[in-house]
């Protein structure tokens, strides 16, 4: 039945009761079914309830229990409880052999004959014959135990109250299931129909008048609001976050990284990254085909750049083959933030009042020509820091990588020689993973050549550090996600992001 059908049963039971009440809904009926149920009283009280907010009626629940036989408990109605059958297994006194305990058991069974014995003893009857046998002590028996059952089984309780019913539970022959039904009276807005309250106070009603005669549905100020529908922050931008707290603790500020195209100058050419270098190439780097050509680095320091390319100097014999302004103009997606890093150095280096030691930051994205899989999109976030000062070294480097490190939670650290164009030495370094068990590489470094640095009029002696890692590795690893493209992308789980705690980076990746 619908909640609108048991709505018309209620006020129509109401309206016809002598009290104006329903002492018990299961009572209940619409079309001659029942509503008796459990099922039938959750329909009631979505009824109930309706009234209710419109004053139309008022009622109390009431918890009762329902009880049903057990297995055991039905097995009994069906055949005599233990004691009623040990009973019935014997003679009357004197009208044929008394039957001893092992014929019993064999007709019972061990265990009813020990609990029919028992009972059948205490209720007086049958008594011992000659040791170890018995005979009927009464005519006749009542199985009373199977009674109360069967009572139990067609009306859910026993007129003899909780006495009954708790030692029927407690010989596990019935259980107990609770079961809400009401009592039901006339409210204060009692009518035989639903009327519809309004629910707003409309333009309309003021004008025509209306809002005068309008019933208004009371306000429900129990009611849940709905959730509100705000912004979340994506898992990258909360790791981020971690990472310039450790970069402002050490005293670093950031550099602009707005500007996602580069010029072939700033991303290469200016960090001594040779023309002919195979990352140059247009399957790992993505041109921008209009604008066709960067604007001009200032044309003094791109002199130097050139020269130091093809015939070196500062210490250098340079790549010694041609380079090409017009390779040098190329506009790009930069490949890394270090592009942005070395626009910084050449500004500190030509700033009015010369060079000061500085430590710069960068956390933002960059682009590579890759193919995708779990772990690679074709763009990512690098965390790149610099550090610039007077005579510097790798042990330096090595010192802040410990110290900044360390407040991620990595505190074993292995370090590599590696390569890169423009640092040398370079290290790559590794982290002890608790989690994983094993080494893994965390970040590339090095301390900048000679070449990108004293083109830019950087004083001799001036030693620039840096280091620089993907924001999503971390984050992947914290956030325990397998595949990156649920990070980044149409596959990322909105609802997951929304509820997605801080992390905490110094916590450890265990
Ligand atoms: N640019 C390097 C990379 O993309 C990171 C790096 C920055 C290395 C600074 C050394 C110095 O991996």
Not at 135 to 153: N, P, Y
Not at 167 to 185: C, G, S
Not at 216 to 235: D, R
Not at 344 to 359: C, D, E, S, V
Request: proline share 5%; net charge neutral; with cysteine.
């Amino acid at each position: 039945p619908t909640v609108e059908e048991v709505q018309s049963v209620i006020l129509q039971t109401l309206a016809a009761s002598p009290e104006g009440a329903i002492p018990d809904s299961r009572v209940l009926a619409v079309g001659g079914a029942s509503l008796s149920a459990p099922e039938g009283q959750a329909v009631v009280k979505a009824a109930l309830d309706s009234l209710l907010s419109k004053e139309m009626i008022a009622y109390q629940q009431i918890t009762a229990n329902q009880y049903l036989p057990t297995e055991e408990g039905n097995q009994i109605i069906a055949s005599g409880s233990a004691e009623y059958r040990l009973w019935s297994a014997l003679p009357v006194k004197g009208a044929g052999e008394p039957v001893t305990i092992p014929e019993l058991q064999k007709l019972l069974g061990a265990d009813a004959c020990k609990v029919g014995q028992a009972r059948a003893f205490r209720n007086k009857w049958i008594s011992k014959e000659g040791g170890n046998a018995f005979v009927r002590a009464k005519e006749a028996v009542e199985d009373e135990t199977a009674e109360q059952l069967r009572t139990v089984s067609s009306t859910g309780t026993h007129a003899g109250g909780d006495a009954v019913l708790k030692e029927l539970v407690k010989r596990k022959l019935v259980t107990a299931r609770k079961l809400l039904h009401y009592t039901v009276q006339k409210g204060a807005k009692f009518a035989t129909e639903v009327k519809t309250l309004e629910t707003d106070l409309t333009v309309d009603m003021l004008a025509n008048g209306a809002w005068k005669e309008a019933e208004f549905k009371q306000y429900n100020f129990a009611a849940m609001g709905e959730p509100t529908n705000g912004g979340a922050l994506h898992p990258l931008l909360k790791v981020r976050e971690e990472f310039r707290q450790i970069f402002f603790d050490m005293g670093f500020s950031e550099m602009p990284t707005n500007n996602f195209v580069e010029s072939a100058f700033w991303n290469f050419d200016a960090m001594f990254v040779p023309q002919q270098h195979p990352a140059r190439e247009m399957q790992d780097t993505f041109y921008v085909k209009d604008p066709v050509q960067a604007g001009k680095p200032d044309e003094e320091y791109f002199q130097r750049v050139s020269k130091t390319h093809e015939v070196g100097g500062y210490g250098s014999i340079g790549y010694r083959a041609p380079f090409s302004r017009i390779e040098s103009e190329k506009l790009l997606l930069r490949t890394h933030t270090t592009a942005v890093s070395t626009q910084m150095l050449y500004n500190i280096a030509n700033q009015p009042g010369g060079f000061k030691p500085a430590k710069l930051y960068s956390i933002d994205r960059v682009f590579r020509n890759e193919a995708t899989d779990a772990t690679h999109l074709a763009e990512f976030h690098q965390v790149e820091g610099v550090v610039a000062d007077y005579d510097i070294t790798l042990g330096h480097l090595i010192g802040f990588m410990k110290e900044f490190f360390a407040k991620t939670g990595n505190h074993k650290l292995r370090f590599k020689p590696a390569f890169n164009p423009y640092t040398e030495p370079s290290m790559e370094i590794f982290s002890w993973h608790e989690g994983l068990g094993k080494w893994i590489e965390i970040a590339n470094s090095g301390v900048f050549r000679p070449e990108m640095l004293e083109p830019m009029g950087l004083p001799k002696g001036v030693r620039v550090l840096g280091w620089g890692m993907s924001l999503e590795r971390p984050t992947m690893i914290k956030y325990k996600i397998q595949d990156i493209r649920t990070l980044v992308g149409h596959k990322t789980d909105l609802a997951g992001v929304k509820t997605a705690a801080a992390v905490r980076l110094e916590k450890g990746d265990e």
